[in-house]
């Protein structure tokens, strides 16, 4: 998607660009086309980058009218703005000549429409890719970092949209809207017409997304102009504020008598725009801190909430006193500078809604296993909210869910007011490009028992996986207490140790934990990798050999993806496993252990040797060894009591999934296990 957008997209930055340095606006011009005809909306008039807004506008009217079927390639930002302003009294601004044709004449008005969301988002991608071939991008690439702010998918959009909209639902709300990507979503998919509402920060959001609903409601209209295309983007510009909505409050500070004047002041203006009046900008500029202030309509709560908040560090927040009486997450540690932004994004689900309505929410996967303060309070003031939450976990590869360009870990939060309380999971789920139209509608949850969710969030897939967990996590003990010591060496240390016996776990892992028993072999060796691992002493070589079969098992790599981030294998996870070997009888010990030195001898003969900034860095890939791992399955399975019915979960087949994800591609059929003794657990 960042390909195809920024082929047309630089091009109109650049178009913009050149427009804005043709164009002199003052403020009174500015507000007097563009501000919005209702006060208290946080409207601002920087007289620094009029040009820079007024450009923007041009631009988006031009495209606004091509993709509606209003104006023809060959239309020029005259034309444009003569259409946008019909016959109406207001102010000129555009050059009598330029236009857009030479970027888009060749471009249908439905891959325009399609793309209007991304095409009027001021930013550049600015991937790394992009500031490799263009180092101008690196600024964008910078602002869009330190902001947290990426492109959302027309697909993720559509699919949040869906899970969020019902039959009565009437206004839908974004506090972070943006250019209005899920806005659009939701009146395409909502079969009634939503009041569509949006808060951003950024001034300019809200008239490039008022542009977006304008696009939206000529395409749903067939292209049918209305009595004025500037009353009508009026009438959804009034609907969009320019506030921090981290400081948004529900309800209202108005005076019952404030309040009604100010139902009637919105009624009144929206008649008026309907009827095609060019009404004066008013004065009052500053938004209201509460929602029901800034938009009466939604002064119990909107209907509906969408949003991809930003993924960004709080940093020096001018309101973050406030927040501790704001928000649950805050109310035992307050925020400091490096929470991420999006923790207080989370509660609006139900602080900006009603009581019976649904939000769906889409943030990093660290909701699901952040261990600070402020998480684990999100979670457990999430567990403790009335109706049903459904968690929906997504991998970063094979493919991500922001694009190959943004790989990140994401979970997607649907939350259901109304509807009997439950918290229902996904495991963490994985596609490819081939798959995904059909991957994000055939997502299915599955209920866990535990609403105590405060430590973590189990990303669990089928009931067969619940009933698993729940064995595993009812086990007492830990592994950490069979070792006689537990530190972290680098690989290079751990070449040149002798004595106690030992067993070593990479700091990373993918799709297999990289365990190993003995890296002696490895001594002498030049230009080892330094990066630290777990390494667990113990006073007993069965022991060890026993604790390797334990943390190379596929049960142990599921827990740890069920648990986990899906990258870093903290010390803390392994030294926690439920696997005490103390507690076993000499038979388990010695049929794990066992199993455990066949692997290691099996797997210790095929090294996975990588090579990064000239370090090698070595790896032991258990998956190798097909039925030397299932029988360490089976031994760590039989030892603590874990064999659940084999037609519920079955652990090798899970493993292949893993490895494999889409059966179609032969590249990736490549890499299947050979077939062996593959126990069901």
Known sequence: MTARVEGFAGPLRSAVADLARQIDVDGSTFRCLLAPRLPGLGFTCDQGDLSHRAAWALAAQWLVGYASGSLSSEASFEDAEHWFLGPLSLPRISPA????????????????????PYLLDPLAPATRLHVMKDYDLACDRVSRK?????????????????????????????????????????????????????????????????????????????????????????????????????????GTDLSEVGFRARI?????????????????????????????????????????????????????????HEFSELYASFAQAPPTAGTNTYVPFVEDAWRLTHEHARASVVVPLSIAFGSGKQLR?????????????????????PDALFGDDVKTRNAVLDYAADEAPAIETTELLRWTSRTRSAFLPSIAHVPIVERTIDEAIPKLGTAGQAGLYSKVRALTGCLGTSASAIRRLSFTAATERAGAPAVY?????????????????????????????????????????????????????????VEGDAFHVSTRFLANLPFDLRRLSDASLSCLSGTGKALWASVSARPVISINKGRRSVGFAPYHAESELGAVDAAVIDAFGLRPRPDLFDLAAWYHTLLIVDNAEAKRLALAPRTGGTPGA
């Open 505 to 561: 776990v990479a700091a990373t892992a993918y799709n297999w934990l990289s365990c190993a028993r003995d890296l002696g072999q490895w001594k002498g060796e030049d230009s080892l990798s330094e990066s630290p691992m777990t390494t667990f002493d113990f006073d007993d070589v069965d022991v060890a050999d026993a604790a390797y079969a334990a943390l190379a098992s596929r049960l142990t790599l599921w827990l740890w993806r």
């Open 377 to 397: 309070s999100l979670r457990s003031a999430i567990a403790k909210r009335p109706g049903r939450w459904k968690f929906s976990f997504f991998d970063r590869t």
């Open 146 to 250: 330190t902001n947290g702010i990426y492109y959302t998918p027309a697909d993720l959009a559509d699919h949040m949209a869906c899970s969020a909209l019902f039959p009565a639902a009437r206004s839908c709300l974004d506090p972070a809207c943006g250019s209005g990507v899920y806005l659009r979503a939701a009146a395409a998919r909502s079969a009634l017409e939503l009041a569509l509402f949006g808060c951003d920060i950024d001034p300019l959001a809200a008239e490039m997304c008022s542009f977006v609903e304008l696009a939206t409601k000529l395409w749903q209209a067939s292209g049918q102009p209305p009595v004025s295309p500037w009353a009508a983007w009026h009438a959804f510009r009034m609907r969009l504020a320019t506030c921090d909505s981290l400081l948004l409050r529900p």
């Open 264 to 320: 009637r002041q919105a009624q009144h203006t929206r008649a008026r725009l309907a009827a095609g009046e060019p009404l004066p900008p008013p004065t009052d500029e500053t938004a209201s801190a509460f929602l029901g202030s800034l938009f009466p309509e939604l002064a119990d709560g909107a209907d509906v909430l969408l949003t991809n908040p930003p993924y960004a560090a709080l940093g020096m927040h001018p309101g973050k």
């Open 97 to 116: 000549r330029g236009g857009l044709g030479r970027t888009f004449g060749e471009v249908s008005p439905e891959v325009v429409f399609a793309l209007l």
